[in-house]
């Protein structure tokens, strides 16, 4: 991380009184039942690593914000990042040389908006909250979702940058598509929010599998697959290969599990095991986090190597998954 981005990361932190002291907001099997029923909000949880992206998020709850766009302000960060290679501009391309991305979002009242296959926007994750919010349907997709997003205020621009055209360049030579098992440390950005009045929200955004077939979408833009919110419940959002996670409707899945009684933990863990018992995974990664009514949150993946990050307005962590192979 550069100067300056730790800087900014500081800055941030200091602002909303938050520290990157040791501490875990998981939830485990072992937790105190007496203590389940305590709100630990305003909670922030996102795959991979993204302390500054849950301290914009939890800035925009300081001020007042609805969860909402605490989750839409933060997603756009990272959409905005050239140097994010697997979520928006910066994005590594299709095997055809293009940037397409997917997104959608969910609110308290469990409307939804998605958006797939979209190119030459910037910030999907709006889109999908327009087509939420604007239309009566929940997806919109390819050229349909351009056309919309153009309509309605945003402007087309490129999407690849220096480094995205020479990765792909560089991949020409071989033209070979494999799922490397977190290859780049990060893909989809999936995040959960619950503010104080213990009203959750979500959205997720990618860029997709790097070099995919053209027109390939993942799980990220499916309600029930990469994202689902029950603002009685729970929330869940996955991270990983998306062809796993669609056929078993995991996001949804890891709620409904939790509306059963299990912990987000618990969740998370059933929901790997449901797909390792159906599939082959050695070289499949994927990844789920939860977030309940209370503010807990929980994790698991397949494989080692996920990591997800938890804040809070006093405390910032980033957190290693457990996962099913060791």
Not at 43 to 58: C, F, P, R
Not at 243 to 256: A, D, I, N, P
Request: proline share 3%; with cysteine; net charge negative.
């Amino acid at each position: 991380m550069s100067n300056r981005r730790q800087f900014v990361l500081k800055s941030l932190i200091g602002a909303l009184g938050l520290s990157s002291s040791a501490f875990s907001c998981e939830s485990t099997p072992e937790a105190d039942s007496d203590n389940k029923r305590e709100f630990k909000g305003p909670v922030i949880l996102t795959t991979w690593n993204h302390q500054e992206t849950n301290a914009i998020a939890l800035n925009v709850l300081k001020e007042n914000g609805s969860v909402l766009d605490a989750v839409e302000s933060a997603i756009r960060k990272v959409e905005a990042d050239p140097n994010d290679s697997s979520v928006g501009y910066g994005g590594r391309p299709d095997r055809e040389g293009v940037v397409s991305l997917d997104a959608c979002i969910m609110n308290k009242a469990g409307e939804a908006g998605s958006v797939c296959f979209v190119r030459d926007i910037m910030h999907p994750i709006t889109v999908a909250r327009m087509v939420m919010e604007k239309t009566p349907h929940v997806i919109l997709a390819g050229q349909g979702a351009k056309q919309f997003a153009l309509e309605n205020g945003m402007k087309a621009r490129n999407l690849l940058t220096d480094a995205s055209i020479n990765s792909y360049k560089e991949w020409l030579k071989k033209s070979e598509y494999k799922t490397i098992i977190n290859i780049e440390n990060h893909d989809t950005i999936g995040l959960l929010a619950i503010d104080e009045s213990q009203d959750m929200a979500g959205g997720c955004s990618t860029s997709g599998m790097a070099y995919k077939y053209h027109g390939r979408v993942g799980d990220s833009p499916i309600i029930g697959a990469g994202l689902y919110v029950d603002n009685e419940i729970g929330s869940a959002t996955a991270t990983g290969v998306g062809e796993m996670v669609l056929r078993t409707l995991g996001s949804f899945l890891v709620v409904e599990l939790m509306r059963g009684g299990l912990d987000p933990y618990q969740a998370c863990k059933e929901a790997v095991h449901r797909i390792v018992n159906k599939y082959d995974c050695k070289d499949t990664q994927v990844g789920y986090v939860a977030l309940n009514k209370y503010g807990e949150a929980g994790a698991y993946s397949i494989h080692p190597g996920f990591i997800y990050t938890c804040s809070t307005p006093h405390k910032n962590e980033v957190l290693k998954s457990e996962s099913y192979f060791k």
